[in-house]
Structures are given as C-alpha cells and as structure tokens.
C-alpha cells in the first residue's frame, strides 16, 4: 500500500529477554513448588490414614445401653488391642457389628449380680460409678458364674436395657471378638473426654 510506511520490526533486547525468561522461570517453579506440596500433603495425608485405621478404630455410638457414659450418635476412637482390663469400655464383633459394652469380669473372675442390680466380682462389691441406675433386668444367666478362659463379662451402664454378657445371644466376649478400648470420647466437642 502506497503512503504507508511499514514501521521497523522491533528487536528486544538481550536483557528485556533475559528479564522475561527469568519471570516464566519464576512462574513455572512456583507451579512446581505448589504441585509438590500438594502432592506430599496428599501421600501424607494417606500414610496417616492408612496409620491411624491400623492403631485405632472410629465408632459410632448406636443406641442408649451406655448411657450415661456414652449416648446414641456420639463418636469415639477405639484403640485397636485385644488386651482389655476390667472398667474398660471395650468395643468387641457380634453379629457383624461392632457392641461397645464395660468390661466387668477378666478371665476366672466369679460374678454375682443380685436381684437389686449389685454386682460383686470375686466376692467383693464393685463400686460403679458411671451408673444412673442399679438394675438386673432381663437375665439368662444364675449367679455366681465363673468367666472362662480366654472371655469376658460384658455389662452395658444403662443396664435396664443393655443386651450384653447376661443374655445367652451375646454371652461371654472372646478375646477375638475384641476390637479395642475407647480412648477418646471425640464427638461432639462439648462431651469430649480422655480415658488412660
């Protein structure tokens, strides 16, 4: 086209393109960076969860027959051990679901429960603080019996209702139905506790 002129091809100079190269190698090190981050954060948060499904077990209460230590919805980790001692709130398999149930009697241990709900193991009467309510309620079971070896007595806290060792369908827990023993009371905040 005639009258115009065709304007000089600029050239940038070295620095101007050094300068550019410089903030792309910037840019694409920052993705690199975050990318890498994310990543490890990720197999982290892995490698944590597949750890903590190996040492604990998170349940939810389903039902009253803890109450009043445990209450329906709550949620807790067990740690998984099939050591258990006596007191502990210990969560073990029956039918396929996992019963969250107070460690009453060790293997040899001999339990009485009277008519009025007191218990006595090896003659001596168990103190029980964490129940509302004494209570024998629906029993299988004449007392005094003797815990076999390699099993435990089982008593929910809110006897009146708990299915548990004085019923014949659950009966004694052996210890390869044990699953753990609660260690924290997580959910919600407000009922959080700790057990040792």
């Known amino acids: 086209m005639r009258g115009k002129k065709e304007e000089p091809l600029k050239i940038p100079s070295i620095e101007s393109l050094r300068a550019e190269l410089a903030r792309e190698e910037a840019r694409c090190n920052r993705r690199r960076v975050l990318w890498n981050m994310a990543a490890a954060l990720v197999i982290a948060a892995a490698v944590a969860g597949l750890v903590l499904t190996r040492v604990y077990a998170l349940i ?30 210990a969560g073990f398999y029956h039918e396929g679901k996992i019963l969250l149930k107070r460690v009453i009697g060790m293997p040899g241990d ?11 193991v090896n003659g001596q009467p168990l103190e029980e603080p ?9 029993c299988q079971l004449e007392f005094p019996v003797k815990v076999p070896e390699g099993t435990f007595f089982v008593l929910g806290d809110n006897r009146a209702v708990s299915v548990d060792s004085r019923d014949l369908s659950v009966g004694y827990v052996r210890k390869d139905q044990v699953v753990g023993r609660a260690v924290i009371k997580a959910w919600p905040p407000a009922r959080m506790k700790i057990w040792k």
């Open 60 to 89: 939810e209460v389903d039902g009253n027959s803890m109450e009043p230590t445990l209450s329906d919805g709550e949620i807790l980790f067990l740690r998984r051990t099939k050591e258990v001692s006596a007191g502990d709130v």
């Open 110 to 120: 001999e339990i009485e429960i009277d008519g009025d709900g007191n218990v006595s």
């Open 130 to 138: 964490y129940l509302r309510e004494k209570s024998l309620e629906k």
